[in-house]
């Protein structure tokens, strides 16, 4: 028995009330093949309103679902392949709320079958499909994904060593190693080399960077010298620079709210306990459980060149406190 | 006309009396001018291009499970 993880490519966009009936007669059309004005001729329109009305009646997902399975299955109002959409017509209700199903393929049609034969009524469905329902891959399980996967490539992966484009050392040690897709980054191999050489920023800043390699800027040397950059690992969304972050600081995870008309300022909120499940899914939840404890503009979070890490120490530098800022 | 009472009590008395007022000035039973409203909403949503694709992608990913069910009853 094998597990199907069905996907809905599309989320909620619009009605939440329930199914209309012209809704299960395309649902039918695309199971049979027919022209729906067939499959209107056909059907059992007063079974058909009676199913919608019974459905839109309730507001959780899967309670409507559930009215539309056992309603079509059981009554059959078309004249054919009834308990297919049935089917079809239930998941596609939960998928126009954005909801996945991951079910198995066997249990799917035990479902329906049972349903056809009147041994499940429509609540037992509900609470079935409820089961099965899985909330679709938020931003932030996204942008964990891609590290996870970064992660594995990492550990995995060959130790390559190349050169730093703007001081020339040699970089990829074995504390910071390089993986294939980074080996020709220009902007990866600078931040590996500042995390690696420390001579200058992940942004490879340092006007008197010479082709020796030693640093003439004064400023920069003396930041490296002290330790000033620190850098912490983002879990952020990637291609979607609007949403909220968190950075995994010393003093404990931080997120990064974007806020304000126009996201100008970001909202630093300390989360007091983490744990990975609360990295998956949007967040929202996450963030209503910490306290705002300052701002800072988006200028002020200096990434690496990678955009995995932080430069913690500018953040507390520069945030305006809200609360009891967490400082270094 | 029993399969006509039926329909008008699960109806918004309202919206049943609506089409019991329709259906008795054109002398049709009640089932053919829902029958109708029904037609035009399929119209609409036939229409409207995302909804049918996305009925299309969720029929393609349960594409398995139908035929099983189509199966059953033939």
Same mark, same amino acid.
């Given at each position: 028995?094998?597990?199907?993880?069905? #996907? =809905?490519?599309?989320?909620?966009?619009?009605?939440?009330?329930?199914?209309?009936?012209?809704? @299960?007669?395309?649902?039918? =059309?695309?199971?049979?093949?027919?022209?729906?004005?067939?499959?209107?001729? /056909? /059907?059992?329109?007063?079974?058909?309103?009676?199913?919608?009305? #019974?459905?839109?009646?309730?507001?959780?997902?899967?309670?409507?679902?559930?009215?539309?399975?056992?309603?079509?299955?059981?009554?059959?109002?078309?004249?054919?392949?009834?308990?297919?959409?049935?089917?079809? /017509?239930?998941?596609?209700?939960?998928?126009?709320?954005?909801?996945?199903?991951?079910?198995?393929?066997?249990?799917?049609?035990? @479902?329906?079958?049972?349903?056809?034969?009147?041994?499940?009524?429509?609540?037992?469905?509900?609470?079935?499909?409820?089961?099965?329902?899985?909330?679709?891959?938020?931003?932030?399980?996204?942008?964990?994904?891609?590290?996870?996967?970064?992660?594995?490539?990492? #550990?995995?992966?060959?130790?390559?060593?190349?050169?730093?484009?703007?001081?020339?050392?040699?970089?990829?040690?074995?504390?910071?190693? @390089?993986?294939?897709?980074?080996?020709?980054?220009? $902007?990866?191999?600078?931040?590996?080399?500042?995390?690696?050489?420390?001579?200058?920023?992940?942004?490879?800043?340092?006007?008197?960077?010479?082709?020796?390699?030693?640093?003439?800027?004064?400023?920069?040397?003396?930041?490296?010298?002290?330790?000033?950059?620190?850098?912490?690992?983002?879990?952020?969304?990637?291609?979607?620079?609007?949403?909220?972050?968190?950075?995994?600081?010393?003093?404990?995870?931080?997120?990064?709210?974007?806020?304000?008309?126009?996201?100008?300022?970001?909202? $630093?909120?300390?989360?007091?306990?983490?744990?990975?499940?609360?990295?998956?899914?949007?967040? =929202?939840?996450?963030?209503? #459980?910490?306290?705002?404890?300052?701002?800072?503009?988006?200028?002020?979070?200096?990434?690496?060149?990678?955009?995995?890490?932080?430069?913690?120490?500018?953040?507390?530098?520069?945030?305006?406190?809200?609360?009891? $800022?967490?400082?270094? | 006309? %029993?399969?006509?009472?039926?329909?008008?009590? +699960?109806?918004?008395?309202?919206?049943?009396?609506?089409? %019991?007022?329709?259906?008795?000035?054109?002398?049709?039973?009640?089932?053919?001018?829902?029958?109708?409203?029904?037609?035009?909403?399929?119209?609409?949503?036939?229409?409207?291009?995302?909804?049918?694709?996305?009925?299309?992608?969720?029929?393609?990913?349960? +594409?398995?499970? !139908?035929?099983? !069910?189509?199966?059953?009853?033939?």
């Amino acid at each position: 028995m094998i597990t199907h993880r069905r #996907r =809905a490519s599309h989320r909620a966009r619009r009605r939440p009330a329930g199914p209309l009936p012209g809704d @299960l007669v395309l649902a039918a =059309a695309e199971v049979t093949g027919l022209d729906p004005d067939a499959v209107l001729d /056909a /059907a059992d329109v007063e079974v058909l309103v009676g199913i919608a009305g #019974r459905a839109r009646a309730h507001a959780d997902p899967a309670a409507v679902a559930g009215e539309v399975l056992v309603g079509v299955a059981a009554s059959r109002p078309f004249g054919r392949a009834n308990a297919a959409v049935a089917w079809l /017509a239930a998941v596609h209700e939960l998928a126009e709320r954005g909801l996945d199903v991951e079910v198995d393929e066997d249990a799917a049609t035990e @479902l329906v079958r049972s349903a056809a034969r009147g041994q499940l009524a429509e609540r037992e469905v509900a609470q079935r499909l409820a089961r099965w329902i899985v909330a679709p891959p938020g931003p932030w399980r996204r942008g964990v994904h891609r590290l996870l996967e970064a992660a594995a490539t990492t #550990r995995s992966g060959p130790h390559l060593r190349a050169r730093c484009p703007v001081c020339g050392r040699e970089v990829g040690g074995s504390s910071w190693p @390089l993986v294939p897709w980074s080996a020709n980054d220009d $902007l990866v191999l600078v931040a590996v080399c500042a995390r690696e050489h420390r001579r200058h920023d992940a942004r490879g800043r340092g006007p008197g960077v010479g082709t020796d390699g030693d640093l003439t800027d004064g400023a920069l040397r003396d930041e490296v010298a002290t330790d000033r950059v620190r850098w912490c690992p983002v879990v952020s969304v990637p291609g979607a620079p609007g949403a909220p972050f968190v950075a995994i600081t010393d003093d404990g995870p931080i997120a990064f709210v974007p806020t304000g008309d126009g996201c100008d300022e970001l909202e $630093l909120v300390a989360i007091d306990e983490l744990t990975p499940s609360d990295l998956v899914g949007s967040g =929202a939840q996450l963030v209503t #459980r910490g306290r705002v404890v300052g701002r800072v503009a988006p200028d002020d979070c200096c990434f690496d060149a990678t955009g995995a890490a932080l430069d913690w120490n500018r953040i507390a530098a520069h945030a305006s406190p809200a609360g009891a $800022l967490v400082t270094a | 006309m %029993a399969g006509t009472k039926n329909l008008l009590l +699960r109806l918004d008395p309202a919206l049943a009396e609506q089409l %019991a007022a329709v259906a008795e000035v054109e002398e049709r039973p009640v089932s053919d001018v829902v029958r109708e409203a029904i037609r035009s909403l399929v119209d609409q949503r036939r229409a409207d291009d995302e909804f049918q694709r996305r009925l299309k992608a969720t029929a393609s990913s349960h +594409r398995q499970v !139908l035929r099983t !069910l189509e199966a059953d009853e033939r």
